[in-house]
């Protein structure tokens, strides 16, 4: 008689998997949603390498392009055009395919653009105008840091353009624009999406991601530390206007001092930045004094309780879009260190190339 191996199971058995937990129906939300913005932050990076490559490939086949090109990125005014046509497409056109598509999964309410707080408006300028000052500080201690073990930190400068015209150009470029777009993709997509998850892993995901994406150790800690304050802001007056307005003012004083480089020498310019700082310090403390006594409008949404703080930051980095751009921006960072190491190295192949004809 013939025996099948392995002998019939009868009646056959169906393992049903057990449901997923809320912990995991939460997970799996954060990371969605981290995959959407981190495709946000490899496009940002991607459109910009694709930008230049194109440019790069038109000069190699029309020269006369390439002395255009070479001649547009020598003048102050050409350098601030090309910055700002490649600035808004690149914090604009990623993160608002994420939005919607974040919208379409039934994320309401992501991009906060109403009228803020008024009550708390006034207190939240100030103490973020205060951790402002506090960013520059680290970065002048980092700085010097840097300095002390041979690796001078790189950050790029624009130049300004001569004349009253050159001046409104100038803000504008690096004030208004800065502004409004980077507040858009890091206060309003991320940060907006997340908070659904609690505003405290909201502020701190959009705030290392505003970081990185300045690329070099220079801006970096100092725009972590704005970027705290400018998350914190929004989520307090619940408007991303408030970070704009914040974002802003900082450039736009940045500007005057860019302005005052030509006019004034280095020890007085140092005595304005001096009182410069003590007067956004002194702000950030009247504005922590005034918003003491009154803790309900400044509390930060709690978000829910399934998943800790770090659980939920942990869940959106191990996002793949998110594992990629971190390793990509850590890069970034990584190798600017070297920049003017590197430059000093070229410049010395180039002279010694020269001096043998």
Request: net charge neutral.
């Amino acid at each position: 008689m013939y025996y099948p191996y392995p002998p019939p199971m009868y009646p056959r058995q169906w393992v049903v998997p057990p449901p997923p937990t809320p912990e995991e129906l939460e997970r799996k939300e954060i990371r969605r949603a981290g995959n959407l913005l981190g495709w946000g932050l490899l496009a940002l990076t991607l459109i910009s390498v694709a930008f230049s490559l194109v440019i790069g490939l038109v000069v190699v086949i029309n020269e006369d392009f390439g002395v255009w090109i070479n001649g547009v990125l020598n003048d102050a005014f050409g350098q601030l055009a090309f910055n700002v046509a490649l600035t808004v497409p690149v914090f604009t056109i990623p993160f608002y395919f994420a939005v919607r598509t974040l919208q379409k999964d039934g994320r309401q309410g992501i991009l906060l653009y109403g009228k803020p707080k008024t009550q708390a408006l006034a207190p939240v300028l100030c103490v973020a105008l205060g951790l402002c000052m506090l960013g520059n500080f680290a970065t002048d201690i980092l700085y010097q840091i840097l300095n002390t073990v041979h690796l001078p930190p790189y950050a790029p400068e624009l130049s300004v353009p001569p004349g009253w015209e050159g001046k409104v150009f100038f803000a504008i470029s690096v004030a208004v624009c800065p502004a409004l777009v980077e507040e858009f993709a890091f206060r309003g997509a991320i940060l907006g999406a997340l908070r659904k998850h609690g505003d405290l892993p909201a502020i701190f995901i959009s705030a290392m991601f505003f970081a990185a994406m300045h690329g070099n150790m220079v801006q970096a800690p100092f725009a972590f530390i704005v970027g705290i304050g400018l998350g914190w802001a929004v989520c307090v007056t619940e408007s991303v206007w408030t970070g704009v307005i914040i974002h802003f003012i900082n450039n736009f004083m940045s500007c005057q001092f860019s302005y005052l480089e030509g006019y004034v020498d280095d020890n007085r310019l140092y005595i304005y930045m001096t009182v410069y700082a003590i007067a956004l310090l002194s702000l950030g403390i009247i504005g922590l004094v005034i918003s003491a006594p009154d803790h309900d409008f400044l509390k930060l949404r709690r978000g829910t309780e399934l998943l800790s703080d770090k659980q939920k930051i942990g869940a959106f980095l191990k996002a793949p879009a998110v594992v990629v751009a971190s390793i990509l921006f850590s890069l970034t960072l990584f190798f600017s260190l070297f920049y003017a190491p590197l430059q000093e190295l070229m410049n010395s192949l180039t002279e010694y190339s020269n001096s043998l004809y």
